[in-house]
């Protein structure tokens, strides 16, 4: 259950190429894996969703222009705490490779949390895995 949330200030929708960001931050917990090379995050498990804000306010507006990217991973209890830095070493990576040129050309702050949910703590339901599933 990797559920990705990308919060972003709504000045930067122009820019942000957010459909690239997505599909690439899918690839990287796809690609996170054991030490023993299984993968950590259920493919069919993993949604990732990009929400803009239009009513912000960054460094008290003193910064014309000023954005911000938060992106919080939110999954089950059982990841090793070596698996979960790899994960937000790749995941924050990716970020920062995608906004680097916004980076350098304007007020922009990047962050990234993870967070787990203690058992009991979700319920779903879900048919992805099956239809995933090569025979």
Partial sequence: ????????????????????????????????????????YPTGGIRVRAIPYEDYCIAADQIPDAGFVHTTLRIGPGRTP?????????LFEAVSKHFADLFEHRGLSLSLAISEFPPPGTWKQNNLHRLLKKD
Avoid: F
Wanted: net charge negative.
């Fill in 1 to 40: 259950m990797p559920h990705l949330t990308i919060e972003y200030s709504g000045n930067l929708r122009d820019q942000a190429d957010m459909p690239v960001l997505m599909r690439r931050l899918s690839e990287v917990l796809i690609a996170e894996k054991t030490a023993d090379g299984k993968q950590i």
């Fill in 82 to 90: 070596t698996e979960l830095k790899s994960t937000g070493d790749h």
